[in-house]
Nanobody, 122 residues
C-alpha cells in the first residue's frame, strides 16, 4: 500500500484541522491504519490507530478527547480530525499502515506516507 498524506497547514490554537491520507496499491481495507507525528527536534510519536472497517480505534493520551481517526474503505481514505489544537500539536503528521495492530502502534509498519506539516500558533 502506498500512502499520501495531506491537509496540513497553519491554524490558531483552539482551532480544528482534518488530515487526509489517500491509499493506493490495494489491500487498504485489510490494513490497520494509524497516525504518527514528529515535532521539531523530537522523535516520532504515536497518535492513534484504527482497525479494518473502523470497528475500533485507539489513541495516545495526548490525542484522547481531541482527535478522532476515521476511514472510508470504499474510497481508500484515512482521516484524522483534530480539534482544540494546541501549539504543542505542531508537528509533521504521518499516516501509516500494516496488517498488524502491534506493528502500527509501535511504529514498525510496512507502509508510511510522506508527512504533512501542521503548525499551531498561540
Amino acid at each position: 500500500v502506498q500512502l499520501q498524506a495531506s491537509g496540513g497547514g497553519l491554524v490558531r490554537a483552539g482551532g480544528s484541522l482534518r488530515l487526509s491520507c489517500a491509499a493506493s496499491g490495494g489491500g487498504f481495507s485489510d490494513y490497520v491504519m494509524g497516525w504518527f507525528r514528529q515535532a521539531p527536534g523530537k522523535g516520532r510519536e504515536y497518535v492513534g490507530a484504527i482497525v479494518p472497517s473502523g470497528r475500533a480505534s485507539y489513541y495516545a493520551d495526548a490525542a484522547k478527547g481531541r482527535f478522532a481517526i476515521s476511514r472510508d474503505d470504499a474510497e481508500n481514505m484515512l482521516y484524522l480530525q483534530m480539534n482544540s489544537l494546541k501549539p504543542e500539536d505542531t508537528a509533521v503528521y504521518y499516516c501509516t499502515g500494516d496488517y498488524s495492530l502491534d506493528a502500527v502502534v509501535n511504529g514498525r509498519s510496512s507502509s508510511w506516507g510522506q508527512g504533512t506539516l501542521v503548525t499551531v500558533s498561540s
